[in-house]
């Protein structure tokens, strides 16, 4: 343990990354998956298509494949970023499949009562979703969502492969440099891989009692 | 059923043919040729209860080497075999145990598995450009060394900003992870920007794609790249070396039997030339001439 403790600067320093890759990663997918949620159950076949296309090609991709063209593939295509960057894009573009699909989710949660009703008054289909439905349809969906990122949170470590220092990787270079500390090391990485967890488990469990409508 | 099964099941096969076809048609160095060194397998007496009478007796060896480095041990697309300078010292070895070439199983191991699949018995030995260091020493022993290399840097052809480790401020280094190239760029050139892939393949991908500025390893695995004709006239080596890297065979912790018995074999092969053999016939290709075998350590 004294190993690990001596290197707490540098473990910290790689959650430090994971936690960037988990926290700008997911407010980009949360973004863009309910961009792809509205595109999917929206009036406009083109756009319906596309979203649909795109939840059904990335989200049965392996991620490690996601990887590999944005960290090999992009740079081909003269596209030159940082490690870390390519990281967060390949994260992104592949947890907004699956926020998209919660969400969706939650949308199809709002009773088709209330989107009729609100049809009827004279809402703008841009209204009946800010107003009426996404309202609605979060609140339906933070138990999903939190499954969703806490996947998140452990789909960072794929980022070892891919030249980021991430809390994994640094795992694996103190482990190379002193062997003998590698289960103390091992425990400790997956003691703050729980701890971040928990955070996103505590956040959903909050933001659930928080929007929690009493019936 | 069977017709609707028909269609898919035609794309599926045509898929598969598709994807067995398209692969880059790499000829690596040393490739390609029946140029091995195929050393004499001699019949082999150890007294019981030896590493080398046990191995004898099962007529088979688990070798980890590298698969991706051209010249020393890598794998084409062609064969299944590994082929490289590591490969034929391992099958000199194989031959004094009394094993002949086919017998020999290679394992792949990466700069960071090496010490963990010698402890964990998944390979008898490893010969893997292993670069014998004391801290490896407290975990494993070393046999050998058999070739001693030295950290170099391979840049892309056009860049004469590198010309030697100094020049790495601020510059994008890539090695491999768990290595000593990555380690000695961390210590030693903190001004670098260290870059770390599990194969030397990646960092060399990476080079070409101009999203990195260095590879950093052992001279003798850049001059592989180097010279392999898939980046033909892409890299150069720097050629300014700034480390020692004494290759050993990594064996399992106080098997001083068997480590007195490596130490032999190689010693043996430098005299009577198999080992210049092999050399020639390997990372020889690439147009580098032998050098004079190293002394071996028997600490």
Redesign the interface.
Same mark, same amino acid.
């Given at each position: 343990m004294d190993f690990v403790w001596e290197q707490r600067d540098v473990i910290l320093r790689g959650f430090g990354t994971t936690v960037l890759l988990a926290v700008s990663s997911g407010l980009l997918a949360f973004i863009f998956g309910t961009l792809l949620a509205v595109m999917r159950v929206g009036p406009v076949p083109p756009l319906r298509w596309a979203g649909s296309a795109y939840v059904t090609v990335v989200r049965n991709t392996p991620l490690t494949l996601v990887f590999v063209f944005c960290t090999?593939g992009l740079? /081909?295509m003269e596209v /030159?970023l940082a +490690?870390v960057t390519f990281a967060i894009i390949a994260l992104t573009v592949y947890t907004s499949a699956f926020v998209c699909e919660a969400v969706r989710s939650g949308i199809n949660s709002v009773e088709a009562g209330e989107i009729e009703a609100a049809r009827a008054v004279g809402l703008p289909f841009h209204q009946i979703l800010s107003l009426v439905v996404l309202p609605q349809a979060f609140r339906a969906v933070i138990p999903p969502l939190g499954s969703v990122y806490n996947a998140l949170v452990k789909n960072t470590s794929v980022a070892v492969? +891919? &030249?980021v220092?991430e809390a994994s990787?640094i795992f /694996?270079?103190l482990a190379? !440099? !002193?062997? &003998?500390a590698t289960w103390s090391l091992l425990l400790t990485t997956a003691v703050g891989y729980m701890a971040l967890a928990a955070v996103v488990f505590a956040g959903a469990r909050i933001l659930e009692r928080g929007t929690a409508i009493v019936r | 059923m069977k017709h609707r099964l028909r269609l898919p099941l035609t794309l599926l096969v045509t898929f598969a043919f598709v994807l067995t076809a398209c692969g880059d048609d790499d000829e690596g160095i040393g490739g390609g040729g029946g140029d091995t060194t195929d050393p004499k397998v001699e019949e082999a007496k150890f007294e019981e209860g030896t590493t080398m009478a046990d191995l004898a007796e099962a007529g088979a060896i688990k070798i980890g080497t590298k698969f991706d480095q051209p010249g020393l041990g890598s794998v084409s697309l062609e064969s299944e075999e590994p082929e490289g300078f590591d490969v034929e010292i391992g099958k000199i070895v194989a031959a004094k145990l009394g094993i002949a070439a086919e017998d020999v199983e290679f394992i792949e191991t990466v700069s960071a598995n090496r010490e963990s699949f010698i402890e964990n018995g998944t390979v008898d030995i490893v010969i893997a450009t292993y670069t014998i260091n004391d801290e490896r020493k407290e975990l494993i022993d070393f046999a050998g060394p058999y070739y001693v290399a030295g950290q170099d840097l391979l840049v892309a052809s056009d860049d004469d900003s590198i010309n030697g480790p100094d020049d790495l401020a601020g510059k994008k280094v890539c090695a491999a992870s768990g290595s000593t190239p990555i380690e000695n760029i961390r210590e030693n050139y903190p001004d670098a920007e260290p870059v770390e892939f599990d194969t030397y393949t990646e960092c060399v991908d990476q080079l070409e794609a101009g999203q990195i500025d260095a590879v950093s390893t052992d001279d003798i695995i850049l001059a592989g790249y180097a010279s392999d004709p898939k980046y033909e006239g892409k890299f150069r080596v720097v050629g300014e070396t700034f480390s020692e890297e004494p290759y050993g065979i990594g064996l399992a912790k106080g098997d001083d039997d068997f480590r007195t018995f490596l130490n032999d074999t190689l010693e043996e092969s430098f005299e009577d030339e198999s080992w210049k053999e092999a050399f020639d016939n390997t990372l020889g290709a690439s147009g580098v001439e032998a050098p004079d075998p190293p002394e071996v350590d028997r600490y």
């Open positions: 090999f740079p /081909r /030159r +490690f492969a +891919f &030249s220092a990787s /694996r270079r190379n !440099d !002193d062997a &003998s | -």
